[in-house]
């Protein structure tokens, strides 16, 4: 029993090449490397057990022959790619400097599915790619410039275009959703995929020095990178449109409609997060011996982040706050001592540990939310029985009777209504669906302690033993400051109301938490080539 679905047939492909070469005998080399892989993904449909062959062509015949639209089938597979390119350079400049110059680059790709699981059931125009190009060109100088003092330079750039397009994309057709039994049969470019769009540069810079002073190694260096960001995300940008079953589907009668844009200019563009963000460190340790037994590392980092680039001002979230959306985490920095030590118990045994100040995460991370989510861009509209932005004097809206986008065809246009309705949208904002980062916010840090323990025991088995402790202090949360407490539960924990979907970027108030590590490990090499741990 059950539906059978035709894999196809498909071969699965790498091949590629490595290259070295000297360019200038003892003087300039050359390193190439290219792979390619050609396969497949293969496809699951659980949702076919629940919705019948018949039910399933005629939602096929309604999207031909009455929307215009081919939703496509239910394919058994479809082609994935990955490349990747390694070039890079070496330059023997003369005995006490070298230079290096990388340059890499990949693109993959592979199909997946969208809305999947038991109660739903995607045609594979619903698909999408979900691929990468990513790049990146170090160039790198190492010089000795005597016996005692060395230093290293690096210059780097990576830039990264992420993509999640629908493989329907080009029909401009929106997302529909058709109930048909007890499964939602979904066709149409994915409602996520509609707007969807991740592109980074990150440039970094590097100098460090290494410093040999009788029985100090003393380091220090200066790093900076800055992260510049274009994030869209918006769903909706075409249209949903929900179908209480394959008649209402025919009708084109849907019970619910959603679409999404910027406010005043309907340009999905102008929704995306695009900030920069920078970040400066500068680090200093001295790893010393203070007798033939016992070494310890000091070391002193210090971070500090920057920005230029504010989320867009909200009057309507301020208005009911009290403070403005437009915090960022500019000016920022944290100083981190850290200590370690090693000792050495007896010629089988030795204990290690140390401690030391940490930054609690990536900053970008956090903020990001914050430009996206401003309440001021981005206007959702929705015409449901639970929600009605647009009066279209009743409902089910009958798209074959409504005036849609520059005259388009139902399913190709959105109501011309809705798209007035988010031109038409104030642009002073809302309290409402907004992410925001606390203007009191601080850079979370994470206190970590830790002590090993490793011993060369008979037979020559190895034995590690490690503890490491971590206490939190400022962690990162996210708090909905629309919430009052309404009461108790009978454990006493409080319950809240009044959520209207807005969040804010915030400190635990009070014990972050901490953590106990414990790890054990055995291991032994033998000499014919077996390794066991």
Do not use: C
């Amino acid at each position: 029993e059950g539906n059978d679905i035709d894999n196809g047939n498909y071969t699965e492909k790498r091949y590629g090449f490595t290259v070295g070469l000297p360019l200038i005998s003892d003087k300039l080399f050359l390193f190439g490397a290219y792979e390619k892989k050609e396969g497949v993904r293969l496809h699951e449909y659980a949702g076919l057990s629940r919705v019948s062959e018949e039910e399933l062509a005629e939602i096929s015949r309604i999207a031909n022959e009455v929307y215009g639209y081919d939703p496509g089938g239910f394919k058994g597979s479809s082609p994935i790619e990955d490349e990747k390119l390694l070039l890079k350079v070496d330059w023997n400049i003369n005995e006490d400097h070298r230079a290096a110059f990388t340059y890499n680059w990949n693109d993959g790709y592979t199909i997946s599915e969208s809305d999947t699981g038991t109660s739903r059931l995607s045609f594979d125009g619903h698909f999408y790619e979900r691929g990468a190009e990513i790049e990146t060109i170090t160039a790198s100088v190492y010089s000795d410039w005597t016996s005692d003092f060395s230093t290293e330079l690096r210059i780097g750039k990576t830039s990264l275009d992420n993509r999640q397009n629908s493989v329907d994309a080009a029909t401009g057709f929106g997302e529909v959703q058709v109930s048909a039994g007890s499964t939602t049969v979904y066709l149409g470019p994915d409602d996520s995929r509609q707007a969807n769009d991740l592109n980074w540069d990150n440039l970094t810079f590097k100098l460090a020095g290494t410093y040999l002073l009788g029985d100090h190694t003393i380091t220090a260096g200066v790093e900076y990178e800055d992260l510049d960001v274009f994030n869209l995300f918006m769903q909706h940008r075409i249209g949903e449109y929900r179908f209480g079953s394959i008649a209402n589907f025919e009708a084109g009668t849907p019970f619910s409609i959603d679409y999404n844009n910027a406010a005043g200019t309907n340009d999905p563009n102008d929704v995306a997060a695009s900030f920069s963000f920078q970040t400066t460190t500068l680090y200093v340790q001295d790893d010393f011996y203070v007798n033939d037994d016992l070494t310890l590392l000091l070391g002193l980092r210090y971070d500090k982040w920057t920005s230029d680039d504010r989320p867009n001002y909200n009057s309507a979230f301020e208005d009911e706050y009290g403070f403005a959306n437009t915090a960022n985490l500019d000016g920022k920095d944290l100083w981190q001592p850290r200590v370690g030590f090693n000792y050495v118990l007896t010629d089988d045994m030795e204990l290690h540990g140390g401690f030391g100040l940490y930054s609690g995460g990536n900053p970008n991370v956090w903020v990001s939310n914050a430009y996206s989510n401003d309440g001021v861009i981005q206007v959702a509209t929705t015409v449901a029985p639970w929600q009605q932005d647009v009066d279209f004097g009743g409902l089910p809206v009958d798209l074959f009777n409504t005036p849609l986008v520059n005259g388009a065809s139902p399913g190709y246009g959105i109501p011309q209504a809705l798209y007035d309705f988010v031109e038409d949208a104030p642009t002073n904002g809302s309290a409402n669906n907004v992410v925001a980062v606390d203007p009191n916010f601080e850079v979370p840090t994470e206190w970590k302690y830790a002590l090993g323990l490793t011993y060369l025991a008979p037979g020559d088995y190895l034995v590690q033993a490690d503890i490491l402790y971590t206490d939190k202090k400022d962690a990162a949360t996210y708090i909905e400051p629309s919430r009052e407490i309404i009461g108790y539960g009978p454990d006493g924990r409080p319950r809240y109301d009044g959520s209207n979907s807005t969040f804010l970027l915030t400190n635990v108030d009070g014990d972050s938490g901490d953590a106990t590590t414990l790890s054990l490990a055995v291991s032994k090499e033998y000499e014919f080539g077996l390794d066991v741990s």
